[in-house]
Each structure stands twice: as structure tokens, then as C-alpha cells.
Nanobody
Framework: QVQLVESGGGLVQAGGSLRLSCAAS????????MGWFRQAPGKEREFVAV????????YYADSVKGRFTISRDNAKNTVYLHMNSLKPEDTAVYYC??????????????????WGQGTQVTVSS
């Protein structure tokens, strides 16, 4: 059974940085893309970033491009989201997710099958 466990959220001032981690287990991590999504109160869940199975390809939402970096360590079965220059509008619960199909790269949340429990990121102004 695939399990995803996020960590690293917290409270940070605007302009600050955080690094989120997502530890995966239950299948061959290096065969699957990994994504980060977020959901703010009263809003729909939105795509943040995705990384391919080997790490060669990454895609970002326009709202975070240039500020966030997604990376992965296949030896540790972990994906990271490095967040810099944080803004109050980045406040949300952040989820990592992975699709059911191997060697497929997606950006729509409907294409991701396994989800973590989420970690809260709060950016104060």
C-alpha cells in the first residue's frame, strides 16, 4: 500500500523560506512522478509543482515559478518542495501526491491517485 507522509510545514514571515518533505513507501519510488498541490481555506485545491520519476523534468504553477523548487532523492524515497520568498497568499495546506501509472507526468489533480495527509503552511504579513 502506497503511503505518503508530508512534513516541514509551519508558520513563517513573508519573505521567508520553508522546505517541505514527503516520504513515500509501498512501491518503487523511482518509477513515478511526484507532485505538490495546495488548498487554501474556501478555495479549490491547486497544482503547485511536479517532478518526473528521474527528476529530469519539472513543471510549476505560474504563481510559484521562480520562488519554489521541487526536487527528489530516489535513494531516500523522498520529494521536497523548497519554498522561498513566501507570500501570505501561499498560505494553504500542502499535499504531496503521486499517480497510479508509472512513467507518466501529470499536472491535474484528478490524475494523481495517492495523496498524503497534508501539512499546513502559514505565511504572516
Amino acid at each position: 500500500q502506497v503511503q505518503l507522509v508530508e512534513s516541514g510545514g509551519g508558520l513563517v514571515q513573508a519573505g521567508g523560506s520553508l522546505r517541505l518533505s514527503c516520504a513515500a513507501s509501498g512501491r518503487t519510488f523511482s518509477n513515478y512522478a511526484m507532485g505538490w498541490f495546495r488548498q487554501a481555506p474556501g478555495k479549490e485545491r491547486e497544482f503547485v509543482a511536479v517532478i518526473s520519476w528521474g527528476g529530469a523534468s519539472t513543471y510549476y504553477a505560474d504563481s510559484v515559478k521562480g520562488r519554489f523548487t521541487i526536487s527528489r532523492d530516489n535513494a531516500k524515497n523522498t520529494v521536497y518542495l523548497h519554498m522561498n520568498s513566501l507570500k501570505p497568499e501561499d498560505t494553504a495546506v500542502y499535499y504531496c501526491a503521486t499517480p497510479a501509472r508509472l512513467f507518466k507526468l501529470y499536472t491535474r489533480s484528478d490524475d494523481f491517485y495517492y495523496w498524503g495527509q497534508g501539512t499546513q503552511v502559514t505565511v504572516s504579513s
